[in-house]
């Protein structure tokens, strides 16, 4: 019994210092100006121990919602009044970039299941770009392997934050408005005034999310409830001084532990296809995203975080702390979302009962 302690407590203190390394890593992601980069760090550090010492990082449901609120309601603060003209100027196109993407998720997922020998359930569901969480729900609902539908989406995650870190700090440069302080909002209202109000936006938006089965409820509840608020000068959006860091801090770690040494090990035979899938994925929405601001006359960054395959609020962490126009950005990862959750569970259900019907025939 006593070894058992000893056993347990040596585990404890592995993941104690993987939580300490990860903190270190998501400061030197926050030090060096990466673009969300205490989520950046933190997803790495937790990424390489969950692979080579099977360590992975706790964390707590609340934690992550919370994480979430926080990110949904301080994009509030980005939205101005003159964001909503270039809205309504580039809704069209905006609304075929939603469809666009999809659509390049779907054949690549075609493709995928073709040559690389996965039903086209998994291969579909586990490429779609929507929420992860809910696909994995909705992989097990419809039949396909949850296991290769978990490993296809945090790797179609980890692959979308790492490239569009990489495209912020190359092509963003700074800010043009300083977030999650609350100097930068509307009227500069005092810090507690700022501070309360977001809060408060943060807990009723998140609820509301949640008990309206939004996806990404937690999320998207503070951040749809938030911007109207913008349009009338009440501040939203701002933090204290790092607890917009430690939000993305959290999401980075969840996204880097759910990778898994055995998984990985155990999936191997498409893990290399399903790193070319996804980075197919990626290419094809970034010809899309150069299609748009050829045609559009919008700026690349803008378009190429824009469409980028998501998730979504890992890009618009990203986006956040560069020079795009989030009022596009939002408007294009947040209608993709909610086509994914309203069309993906009716599409997938037909599909089944379409596989289901050529396997009985046969």
């Not at 070319?276 to 995203?289: D, H, K, P």
Request: contains cysteine.
């Amino acid at each position: 019994m006593a070894k058992d302690s000893r056993l347990d407590g040596r585990s404890r203190s592995r993941v104690w210092a993987v939580t300490g390394a990860t903190l270190l890593g998501a400061a030197l992601g926050e030090w060096t100006h990466m673009p969300a980069g205490a989520l950046l760090g933190g997803m790495l550090v937790s990424l390489v121990a969950a692979l080579t010492l099977s360590v992975h990082v706790p964390v707590p449901r609340s934690l992550l919602l919370g994480g979430q609120a926080v990110l949904g309601a301080a994009l509030c603060s980005s939205f101005q009044p003159s964001a909503w003209s270039a809205l309504a100027e580039h809704w069209p196109v905006a609304l075929v970039n939603v469809v666009g993407v999809v659509a390049i998720g779907q054949g690549v997922a075609l493709l995928f299941s073709w040559l690389g020998g996965v039903d086209i359930r998994t291969a579909t569901i586990g490429l779609m770009p929507g929420g992860a969480s809910a696909m994995m729900v909705l992989s097990e609902e419809l039949g396909a392997d949850s296991r290769l539908v978990a490993l296809f989406q945090y790797l179609r995650l980890g692959v979308v934050i790492l490239v569009a870190a990489a495209v912020g700090r190359w092509m963003g440069g700074g800010s043009d408005t300083q977030v999650a302080t609350a100097a930068a909002l509307p009227g500069a209202p005092s810090s507690l005034l700022a501070w309360g109000s977001t809060a408060l936006v943060a807990v009723v938006g998140g609820v509301a999310g949640t008990w309206l089965k939004l996806p990404a409820g937690v999320f998207l509840g503070p951040l749809l409830l938030g911007i109207p608020f913008t349009a009338l000068d009440i501040p939203v959006g701002a933090w204290p001084p790092g607890v917009l860091a430690l939000s993305l801090w959290v999401l980075g770690v969840r996204v880097g532990s759910h990778f898994d040494e055995a998984a990985v090990r155990e999936l191997k035979r498409v893990a290399l296809s399903a790193l070319g899938a996804v980075m197919a994925m990626v290419g094809g929405c970034l010809l899309l995203a150069w299609l748009w601001s050829s045609v559009g006359g919008v700026d690349l960054l803008t378009t190429y975080f824009a469409t980028s395959p998501g998730g979504a609020d890992s890009v618009l962490a990203i986006a956040l702390e560069t020079r795009a126009s989030l009022s596009l950005v939002v408007a294009v990862q947040v209608g993709r979302l909610l086509l994914v959750f309203l069309v993906a569970p009716m599409f997938m259900r037909r599909l089944s009962t379409r596989f289901q019907g050529s396997s009985d025939s046969r």
